[in-house]
């Protein structure tokens, strides 16, 4: 019988304890809070309700410690067997597939936890309260959320053997199917075989090319080699898009035409001037530039702003046929304070009038960005956002520079997983 600890120890020591909780909320990064001896606990592959004995695993902060679940000993109803055997609570937690963190819970019961998140971040962070519905992709709910993965990276050590990481961790692990993969990308997966040689493959299954596996070494070199370009079509909806094979792309299989509909249709056509400076910036290959070109014609001027070359020059093809459009590569800070620095009167006037639609990294756009934003003074802003805690940290900056949260969605772009995607739309006030 493993002894449960009684009292928590401070310090290194600690870890590696068992420690009997109950998990009372869900936590931004896909885990859940328990409270010991007055201490926050962060633990993974459970959900709020549930009493579980959990091994601590990192004890070096004084505010909280983190720890896995290795049992739980009382279920909540909302606690489903695993969609992935690999990830299952039952295996040892060095032994379970990282990526499917919310695998266990049931798929509406993950969308409120989602929504408690962002509404929790942007409450705390931004000092509003809102009420949050995480929507449904089609098709997902039929499949349990599995599926939907059109881009996966299976890593490979040094004896050759392929699989994913571990949860939380870089070691590589075997694994005997991959249930969030589509089909068509699955079936490429060498899984059980050893290739050595190699860093990683790559499966990736564009909606309107071949899917393909692409082995490859990562590039720790000073002078990195940028790869050769090698097209691949996605198609949203009717209209096609190049983009290339190692380049970015929303990775489920929906939620390109997903996103293209929310940006477009938050857009508040009464503040939309298709002569003004309107910006995407983070532009990738064009996608919510091309979604803003087909609302409002192909004379709206927009401008795409990317810092990969590759990627810009996806663009220009991609939003060839807008007459207004053009394509920049360039860091969106450095452009957007190079556009400050030399503006004049007409393009001020231009600026004021638009409409700018950034969709920054995961760290979000951050204080410099919104800085600039301000100063240059458009009509709207909308936002898409792939992390709430930055988003609500975005929201209170530009609340800070009088702009206000008009609209929000919240999309369940990634099934099965703690990420959300939300679009935002923010006017002056």
């Known amino acids: 019988m493993v002894p449960r600890s009684s009292s928590p120890r401070r310090g290194s020591e600690f870890v590696g304890t068992l420690c009997e909780l109950d ?7 896909g885990v859940f809070v328990a409270r010991h001896d007055g201490r926050v606990i962060f633990v993974a592959d459970t959900l709020p309700g549930e009493r579980v004995l959990a091994r601590i695993t990192d004890a070096s902060q004084k505010s909280f410690w983190r720890a896995d679940t290795v049992e739980v000993l009382k279920a909540s109803p909302d606690r489903q067997e695993h969609i992935w055997s690999a990830a299952s609570v039952t295996r040892d937690p060095a032994q379970r597939a990282g990526g499917a963190e919310f695998g266990h819970i049931k798929l509406p019961v993950q969308r409120e936890l989602k929504a408690f998140v962002l509404e929790d971040s942007l409450a705390r962070m931004a000092k509003i309260e809102r009420r949050v519905q995480v929507e449904a992709l089609e098709g997902d709910d039929e499949s349990r959320g599995t599926g939907w993965r059109t881009r996966v990276r299976l890593h490979v050590d040094s004896d ?21 993969a589509a089909a068509r990308i699955a079936e490429l997966a060498p899984l059980g075989q050893r290739i ?28 990195k080699k940028r790869p050769a370009a090698e097209p691949v079509t996605e198609m949203v909806g009717k209209r096609a898009f190049k983009v290339d094979v190692r380049g970015f792309w929303q990775v489920h299989r929906h939620a390109a035409a997903t996103l293209s509909e929310a940006v477009s249709s938050v857009i508040d056509e009464a503040l939309f001037d298709p002569r003004a400076a309107n910006h995407d910036l983070y532009g990738g290959v064009g996608l919510f530039a091309a979604a803003i070109g087909d609302r409002f014609g192909s004379t709206t001027r927009m401008t795409s702003v990317e810092s990969d070359e590759m990627a810009t020059e996806y663009a220009l093809d991609n939003l060839a046929e807008w007459v207004g459009a053009r394509a920049v590569t360039a860091r969106v800070d450095r452009y957007l304070e190079s556009v400050r620095r030399d503006l004049n009167a007409i393009e001020k006037a231009r600026f004021e009038a638009a409409t700018i639609v950034l969709d920054p990294p995961r760290a979000g756009a951050g204080k410099e960005v919104v800085n600039s934003l301000a100063e240059l003074s458009p009509a709207q802003l909308v936002y898409v956002a792939c992390d709430p805690v930055a988003l ?24 099965n997983t703690h990420h959300v995607e939300a679009v935002a739309r923010f006017v002056r006030s």
């Open 23 to 29: 998990i009372t909320n869900v936590a931004h990064g």
């Open 160 to 180: 050759g053997n392929v699989g994913p990481y571990a949860a939380r961790s870089h070691n590589i692990i075997a694994v005997e199917d991959l249930p969030l």
């Open 392 to 415: 609500s940290r975005d929201v209170a900056l530009l609340a800070e520079q009088g702009y206000e949260l008009q609209e929000l969605r919240a999309f369940d772009l990634f099934p």
């Open 196 to 223: 050595p040689g190699i860093d990683f493959i790559d499966l990736v299954g564009p909606s309107g090319d071949s899917a393909r596996a692409i082995a490859g070494n990562i590039d720790t070199g000073k002078n």
